[in-house]
């Protein structure tokens, strides 16, 4: 039920956002707890306030007298750095050392138009998951670029499916490449967990509604998806902590 698990979400918040350096009327703190529910159980910014006057638990939780205009909700939205927030969360709830790009956490986003391929943004995922000790990401990230900056710039394994479209020639391989396929034949049943994405993604679009997002003008998709991202992983943690399955959060989404 959503009351089991929406105090252990709010305690995550109180423990990862720190105290705003200047007076206002509404912290970052609260201002994302009231963003997280609202993702949570599927509500816009302008049915904000019929929500939360529906549930005075969670104002008496967040600590809110006033509720927040929508006007408010969206500009501060815009204006607290997810990113940040979420590399805290993970930071703090690191359950496994394996980076499949995405994996049973969202590590982290990136929002680029549909023109550009996945090759020419892998250096900033790989910048995200850089202490993990196996990278595990599909054949789109299979060029020698990616080895290398791999290699280069972090202490963790390159577990990459081969895409025989570009060629698989031993001679005519650069020296990473080849390492990077023989990789990926000595951890092939490790490459097997990259597919856990499929099942995040599954969920990020037909319960946390990722997909809309995409057809509304005039929005800064950056922070719609990072709050989806947050409140998914927020519901992850709260169902390991509670000792459930981590990814079932129906029970939790169902207000």
Request: glycine letters at 2%; proline letters at 3%.
């Amino acid at each position: 039920m959503p009351e089991q698990h929406i105090p252990r979400i709010m305690e995550v918040i109180d423990n990862i956002v720190s105290p705003d350096d200047r007076r206002r009327k509404y912290s970052d703190k609260q201002i994302l707890k009231i963003l997280v529910l609202l993702q949570i159980f599927s509500i816009s910014y302008r049915s904000s306030r019929i929500f939360l006057t529906n549930h005075e638990e969670y104002l008496r939780t967040i600590g809110l007298k006033e509720i927040p205009s929508f006007q408010t909700l969206s500009r501060r939205a815009r204006m607290i750095d997810l990113h940040a927030i979420n590399r805290k969360i993970t930071f703090l709830h690191s359950m496994e050392s394996i980076a499949a790009v995405d994996s049973l956490l969202v590590m982290d986003w990136l929002t680029t138009k549909g023109n550009i391929h996945d090759s020419r943004v892998s250096r900033d995922m790989i910048d995200s998951v850089r202490n993990f000790s196996h990278i595990l990401a599909d054949s789109a990230y299979d060029t020698s670029d990616t080895y290398d900056y791999v290699f280069e710039n972090t202490h963790a394994l390159p577990v990459i499916d081969t895409n025989k479209r570009r060629g698989i020639v031993p001679e005519r391989l650069s020296v990473n490449r080849k390492i990077g396929i023989d990789l990926r034949k000595e951890y092939a049943s490790l490459y097997s967990l990259r597919w856990e994405i499929e099942r995040t993604f599954s969920i990020l679009e037909e319960i946390m509604r990722a997909e809309n997002i995409w057809y509304n003008r005039n929005r800064s998709y950056d922070t719609a998806m990072g709050l989806k991202a947050i409140a998914y992983n927020l519901m992850v943690i709260s169902n390991i902590e509670a000792g459930e399955k981590p990814r079932e959060i129906m029970k939790i989404v169902s207000c």
